[in-house]
């Protein structure tokens, strides 16, 4: 399958974003609705994916001080490379703002994604929304 992935922000795009999101964080993986939503929607630099029929399927953002996260795919669309195209993208737009480096909180479970693309683990395990995570950075 064939993905389109583009830059956006909230304004533009919350409702597709954010429906992506609560499938993958509130419905699937039961994390609290009040956790899910924050104000750094608003200022954060959004990724898109679509598929060839314009349907989103993944998303994530990158904050100002090089905080990617809210890495969300469809189950159906996971282990297609979607995820590993949207975190290049991150990656360069980090690049392009001229940031020495990017870091994740990365549920466990993902640890192997990102290590793949040369993060490494900088922290001790801590819960977030009751899921165990490690703080994951990639220099840049």
């Given amino acids: 399958m064939q993905y389109h992935i583009k830059l956006t922000n909230w304004a533009n795009d919350a409702e597709r974003l954010g429906d992506i999101r ?79 480096r990017v870091f994740v909180h990365a549920q466990i479970t993902a640890m192997p994604f990102y290590a793949k693309h040369g993060f490494v683990a900088i922290s001790d395990e801590f819960l977030d929304a009751g899921i165990p995570h490690k703080t994951m950075q990639l220099e840049l």
């Fill in 22 to 100: 609560r499938t993958v964080f509130i419905e699937e993986q039961k994390v609290p609705e009040n956790l899910e939503w924050d104000e750094s929607d608003d200022d954060a630099i959004h990724v898109l994916a679509t598929n060839n029929d314009n349907k989103p399927v993944a998303t994530a953002r990158i904050k100002a001080d090089g905080h990617i996260g809210r890495m969300a795919v469809l189950k159906a669309h996971r282990k297609h490379g979607v995820g590993s195209t949207m975190l290049k993208q991150l990656i360069e737009q980090a690049r392009a703002q001229q940031l020495a």
